[in-house]
């Protein structure tokens, strides 16, 4: 079944192309030489006129590390400070990004109700803001017997604001929910768009950001810009409704005194602006400083059995608590912030109403004001002072808002350092054929060069071995052909076409890759199976685990396909993840498979049921390892020394036969150390 879907896969590779990979490698298999296999292969000999890419390639492989012409440059830069702590520094060098404008924008599909829930607030803000008018005229009719006004009875007038009252809560009550409903919805959305994003984002992103952080801009930061224009924009509505209706009423009812009330607003203002200056400030540094404090607490729950193993929890314990303080740090000084400025607004809210009351009384003696209205007027200034006090603290939220929403702008904003190119061409096509072209590589957060001027050729159909000490970039090369980067010089070529003229997503799909640490997700067997392909039918997850000798045991385990494998599949063996990993990558149809040291785990037995299963694969292998019986199964290896680029190539035997070369050196350094 499984081969019969390979057969009929998407990619409408050439009948004749893979009919003379397939025959080269089951040949290049018996074939003692391998100008045999090349020739099979249809690649003319070394010595030719029109010698292929591997052949002009030999001669200079053929050189020993110290003969080649490939120099050293590892770590000969000086390396970067990576991030330890704190902000990407890719970030700090972003221009900021946070504006109230683009916050306000943010909530562009929720204006509807927002702008409902705005009605609702004018409605239930003007019967609050007839209370003090209410109240005056009640004063005026007990303490003077003045009349009701509008010719009712008290009873009507005590009716009619009971009225006024009932509809004020109902506005209310429906202003509350339309916000809390957009907020929610806002902080939804956000959230979905931000992951959509970060999910997309090149490895130099992810080399630079850690999960915790992440995570903690997806659940605090969105919530933070979401109440900041959600709720705290109905309250600063609110507070600036109240505020112009509780000056108009003022003037209305006593200029005067309304004049020494208004005195206090410009200190008040600049106050306010100050501190909401500061409080912006405090909340970047508090946003950033959650963060840290999720990545740590994600980081070490995740790596937990690393953690007691070492007996590390006392330790842990205390770099989580350095986290919790120095947010508790930037909370205490939000907190005197905070109380400096209510403080601050409270004694001069003070001391303007002792003014006014000394103005209003003897306005009051001279029969300038009646008490109901200076009533009024001191309770419409309250309101005011009130609104005053919301306004600045709608201004610090909003500060607030724009301090977080930095944060989530720049995941919005960061182009992409490598092109998805969705446009690109696609490879209908594909043979399996890869070349690496004088390549120049090094990684963006470590300066310090992994590859330079790095050549070889995988042909179709090939199986193809990368060998070299640890640490010289045989992972890399797996991270370039899956476009994780793009090379800093010369090209990656797929069937002679540059990686990056291709649709990422469509080149993708030519393509699986078995690291030597597989991540499975939580959930069963079957649904990591189904990541590979979606669209798999039991028989063939069957036989994708059969060809990857996992069959066995996954049908030993009492719910088969279903067991459940736990978080990052913890619950599985290491050799099992792997070649459950494998048969998952199988199911992907790649017509090129690497496995970047995918046995590593398995015994000598099991690793070469493993890859007798793939021996028939309609594609190119291309396997990373360390083992002879792995390397021994290879069409060619390539062998990557500490210059950066390859030293040598050939079939095992070959290799093994140079007296002092570096791949027999290598073998043997390996065979010592196991
Ligand atoms: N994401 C990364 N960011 C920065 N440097 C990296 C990254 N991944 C690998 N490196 C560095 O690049 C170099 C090559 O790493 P790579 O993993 O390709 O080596 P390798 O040959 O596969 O090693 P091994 O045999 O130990 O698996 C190493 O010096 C490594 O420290």
């Keep these: 079944m499984f081969r019969l879907a390979l057969r009929t896969h998407r990619l409408t590779t050439k009948p004749t192309t893979i009919g003379r990979s397939l025959a080269a490698k089951a040949y290049s298999r018996k074939a003692n030489t391998k100008s045999q296999m090349y020739k099979q292969m249809g690649i003319r000999a070394a010595n030719g006129a029109n010698a292929s890419p591997i052949m002009e390639h030999t001669p200079l492989l053929a050189r020993t590390p110290n003969s080649s012409s490939c120099y050293s440059t590892q770590g000969s830069r000086p390396e970067s400070p990576e991030k330890a702590h704190g902000v990407d520094p890719e970030e700090a ?31 239930s803000s003007s019967v609050t803001m007839a209370v003090p008018l209410a109240m005056g005229k009640i004063v005026d009719i007990v303490a003077n017997k003045a009349a009701a006004p509008w010719g009712l009875t008290i009873g009507q007038m005590f009716a009619a604001l009971g009225a006024t009252f009932v509809v004020g809560a109902l506005a209310n009550t429906g202003r509350i929910i339309l916000i809390r409903t957009a907020g929610e919805r806002l902080v939804a959305r956000i959230r979905s768009q931000l992951f959509a994003r970060v999910i997309q984002m090149d490895m130099a992103f992810f080399d630079r950001n850690r ?14 810009v979401s109440k900041s224009i959600t709720n705290n924009v109905s309250d600063g509505l609110r507070s600036v409704i109240s505020a112009a209706v509780g000056v108009g009423m003022m003037v209305y009812v006593s200029p005067k005194l309304t004049c020494v009330m208004l005195g206090i607003v410009p200190p008040v203002a600049l106050w306010a602006v100050l501190y909401g200056r500061y409080i912006k400030r405090l909340s970047r540094k508090t946003q950033e400083a959650v963060g840290d404090l999720t990545k740590v607490a994600e980081e070490r729950i995740a790596g937990v059995r690393t953690v007691q193993m070492f007996s590390r929890e006392q330790q842990e314990a205390r770099r989580f608590d350095r986290e919790v303080a120095r947010i508790l740090r930037l909370a205490q000084q939000e907190a005197v912030a905070n109380g400096l400025y209510f403080g601050g607004n409270g004694l001069v809210g003070n001391l303007a109403l002792l003014a006014f009351l000394g103005l ?46 930095a944060r989530l702008f720049y995941l919005m904003d960061r182009a992409a350092a490598v092109d998805p190119n969705p446009q690109g061409a696609v490879l209908e096509a594909f043979s399996g054929a890869v070349e690496l072209e004088r390549v120049g590589f090094s990684y963006p957060t470590r300066p310090g060069t992994v590859f330079r001027d790095l050549s070889l050729t995988v042909p179709a159909g090939a199986h193809v071995a990368i060998a070299g000490p640890s640490g010289k970039g045989k992972s890399t090369l797996a991270a370039l052909l899956l476009r994780f980067y793009d090379p800093d010089e010369g090209r990656v070529l797929v069937d002679g076409h540059d990686l990056r003229g291709l649709s990422l997503a469509a080149w993708r799909a030519h393509l699986a890759v078995v690291p030597q640490d597989p991540v499975l997700f939580a959930g069963t067997i079957r649904d990591n199976l189904l990541f590979g392909r979606p669209a798999a039918t039991d028989a063939e997850l069957v036989d994708a685990l059969t060809r990857a000798d996992a069959w066995g045991f996954v049908e030993r385990f009492p719910a088969a396909l279903d067991t459940y494998v736990g978080e990052r599949g913890v619950s599985l063996s290491g050799g099992q993840r792997q070649r459950v990993a494998i048969a998952r990558a199988l199911l992907a149809r790649p017509r090129v498979l690497i496995l970047d040291e995918a046995t590593s785990a398995l015994d000598g037995t099991r690793e070469a049921r493993v890859l007798a299963g793939l021996g028939d694969l309609p594609c190119t292998v291309i396997t990373v390892a360390h083992r002879a019986s792995t390397l021994m199964k290879s069409d060619l290896i390539y062998v990557l020394g500490e210059s950066g680029c390859v030293v040598e190539s050939g079939t095992y035997h070959e290799l093994m036969g140079r007296e002092n070369g570096y791949f027999r050196r290598l073998m043997a350094a390996h065979a010592g150390s196991a």
């Design 93 to 123: 060098l972003a221009k900021p990004r946070g504006s109230w404008v683009r916050l306000i924008r943010l909530a562009r599909d929720e204006y509807g109700m927002l702008g409902g829930a705005v009605g609702l607030l004018v409605v």
């Design 211 to 224: 999960t915790g952080d992440l995570v903690s801009r997806l659940s605090n930061d969105t919530q933070v």
């Design 360 to 405: 209003g009384g003897r306005m009051v003696l001279r029969g300038e004001l009646s008490i109901g209205d200076m009533t009024s007027v001191l309770l419409y200034s309250a309101y005011a002072g009130a609104s005053l006090a919301g306004l600045s603290s709608f201004y610090s939220e909003m500060m607030k808002g724009v301090g977080a929403g």
